[in-house]
T-cell receptor, first 114, second 117 residues
Framework: AQSVTQPDIHITVSEGASLELRCNYS??????LFWYVQSPGQGLQLLLK??????LVQGIKGFEAEFKRSQSSFNLRKPSVHWSDAAEYFC????????????FGQGTRLTINP | DSGVTQTPKHLITATGQRVTLRCSPR?????VYWYQQSLDQGLQFLIQ???????AKGNILERFSAQQFPDLHSELNLSSLELGDSALYFC????????????????FGSGTRLTVV
């Protein structure tokens, strides 16, 4: 069965500190991986995606993620967080072949301390 | 603007009523996906249409139905509404084709917030 696990429901970091949000997936085929961010009351914005190639992918807003096939992980990182990064972050997995649904993790809520 | 348009943005209705949520996909995208986001269930996949035909179904209640029209817009119909149906309903679209491996993406609309009172 396809599933995505985000082990941390809520993370609090200080502004300027580094951040790592964990994501583990279970997928029967080669996955297509995504990270989305959702600010309160807003829709989902794509941060980055991994399709193939270099396993370290760069996204918007200074985020990056690393795909590790051996660990079935796709962790999101940022070297220095800003107060505006406070939001909910969702990891998702989909198929390489198109026209199939995304499966989402439960999300990680990020709080930034000033 | 993501290119996926959802209307209305907010909807308040009473229990037992029926509502229709509308989604216009990004230009060129043939697939439309509906998701429900509630506090206790997270983002749950409801249903997918591809080029007018139902392609996949998730945990969609029998009181809910959807369709995709020839112009590719989609409507999600929710009937006999209950308090527990209060949630944010998202529509997403993608350009991916069945069986075709490409670097496609999914684009989400800003959602419809449904409040059942």
């Amino acid at each position: 069965a396809q599933s995505v696990t985000q082990p941390d429901i809520h993370i609090t970091v200080s502004e300027g500190a580094s951040l790592e949000l964990r994501c583990n997936y279970s997928y029967g085929a080669t996955p297509y991986l995504f990270w989305y961010v959702q600010s309160p009351g807003q829709g989902l914005q794509l941060l980055l995606k991994y399709f193939s190639g270099d396993t370290l992918v760069q996204g918007i807003k200074g985020f990056e993620a690393e795909f590790k096939r051996s660990q079935s992980s796709f962790n999101l990182r940022k070297p220095s967080v800003h107060w505006s990064d406070a939001a909910e972050y969702f990891c998702a997995v989909g198929p390489l072949q198109g026209a199939q649904k995304l499966v989402f993790g439960q999300g990680t809520r990020l709080t930034i301390n000033p | 603007d993501s290119g996926v348009t959802q209307t209305p943005k907010h909807l308040i209705t009473a229990t037992g009523q029926r509502v229709t949520l509308r989604c216009s996909p990004r230009s060129g995208d043939l697939s439309v996906y509906w998701y429900q986001q509630s506090l206790d269930q997270g983002l749950q996949f409801l249903i997918q249409y591809y080029n007018g035909e139902e392609r996949a179904k998730g945990n969609i209640l029998e009181r809910f139905s959807a369709q995709q029209f020839p112009d590719l817009h989609s409507e999600l119909n929710l009937s006999s509404l209950e308090l527990g149906d209060s949630a944010l309903y998202f529509c997403a679209s993608s350009v991916g084709r069945p069986g075709v491996v490409t670097n496609y993406g999914y684009t989400f609309g800003s959602g419809t917030r449904l409040t059942v009172v």
